[in-house]
């Protein structure tokens, strides 16, 4: 009688391992060979990090890693005052690269870098989710890392990176040490300070046009960066991510410079205007500058940025809207004699608003009505010209055909 073997032979099928093709070799190229970096055992496994230590005085670009000016105006701007007295070996710098840019409940965090001061040196630590079952480790490294931080620095952070770790913390059932820390988003304090200068306030931009600095062909662009996640899930092949690496940790030395750059900008300029230093800084940041320091109500010093902002050499609609701003916040301040004579200049290039604030002036402050009439026709006959922009023209009318008939009801009575 045949075996079992036999009939499963005669059918056609391999009995044992003889016949088979052999086993298809581990990949070479596991991320701890790619990477200079160790494992961290947590209690809930191990992860991967890579550690590197950088010097203060590290430039890039313009700037250097070492904070040495006040973050008062910032912490005011950002409404965290906390963060003007926090020391910056309690800051963590922050920046996340995940498996894609929609968020949700579907959306990791493969590589987490941290950056944190430590005496003279910047420390910077890149946690690495091999595979997302080592997600709950990663969460316990960087809660770890994170311990002696009270400030975290991010950019866009508040739109992104922390909501999606918050999300994945609590998905792990974890609660996470990113809400309690103050916060501080460097993306739109950028957007304040550039957004009239630079088409973009991407952070590769912000290296580039405003710190001078230059990654190295090595960097990958951001938005490969999933693709070279789930490249490397499917081959085992981590050679790919260490450009991933390179971004991360570029863009974190970036946020620590940048956060140097700009308080260095808000805390010693203010204070020294018309100084050589000052000349090397655009007219339009200076400008920039005024605004957010004119929306704090910090008037005096809005008032000089200005002044020195018109020192440069701006386009021509910045040029004239700066001397508007100036002068206002001259009337606010009670020069007006200055804000006078910024008001005769622009009505001399036929900027409307002056004719109106001459108009004011002259009806309120000195009770000439006659004068106050003759500023105001100007305006009318200014904004009826060909020349003038015909979208704005109707509710400019409105407005001054109102204030004549108003100043000529005064003149009459006080003839």
Known sequence: ???????????????GAGGLPPPRPRNPYPIQQVMSGRFQETPHG??????????????????????????????????????????????????????????????????????????????????????PIEESALLAGLTEFLHPSQALVTFNGKTYDVPLLNARYVTNDKISPLTSAAHLDLLPLARRLWRDRLSSRALGQLEEHILD????????PGWLIPSLYFDYLR??????????????????????????????????????????EQADVHGLDLVAMGK??????????????YEDGLGHS?????????????????????????????WRKAAHNDQVYAFVEL?????????????????????????????????????WLTDLEHRLARLQRKYQRSS
Do not use: C
Not at 1 to 15: F, N, Q
Not at 213 to 220: G, L
Not at 239 to 266: E, G, Q, T
Not at 325 to 340: E, F
């Open 1 to 15: 009688m045949a075996s079992l073997s036999d009939k499963l032979k005669s059918l056609g099928v391999e009995v």
């Open 46 to 131: 191990e992860v991967f990090l890579v550690e590197k230590r950088y010097p203060l005085d590290r430039r890039q670009g313009r700037a250097t890693l070492r904070v040495t000016a006040s973050l008062q105006v910032i912490a005011e701007w950002a409404r965290e005052p906390q963060l003007a007295n926090i020391h910056p070996d309690a800051f963590a710098f922050l920046d996340t690269e995940t498996t894609g840019l929609a968020g949700g409940t579907g959306t990791y965090a493969f590589l987490v870098g941290v950056g944190r001061y430590d005496g003279e040196v910047f420390h910077l630590v890149q946690f690495f989710m091999r595979d």
């Open 213 to 220: 600095a230059m990654r190295t062909q090595e960097d990958v």
């Open 235 to 276: 081959s085992g092949d981590a050679r790919p991510l260490k450009s991933v690496f390179y971004h991360n940790a570029m863009d974190i030395l970036s946020m620590a410079a940048l956060l140097s750059h700009i308080a260095k900008l808000l805390d010693n300029l203010p204070k020294t205007p018309g100084t050589l």
């Open 292 to 305: 957010l320091f004119e929306d704090l109500g910090h008037l005096e010093t809005a008032a000089k940025l």
């Open 314 to 342: 701006l386009p021509e609609e910045a040029h004239w809207e700066t001397v508007q701003r100036l002068s206002l916040v001259q009337k606010r301040r009670g020069d007006l004699a200055a804000a006078i004579s910024l």
């Open 359 to 395: 108009a004011k002036y002259f009806e309120h402050q000195e009770r000439d009505y006659h004068e106050a009439i003759g500023w105001t026709k100007a305006a009318i006959a200014l904004v009826k010209s060909p020349s003038f922009l015909r979208g704005t023209r109707h509710q």
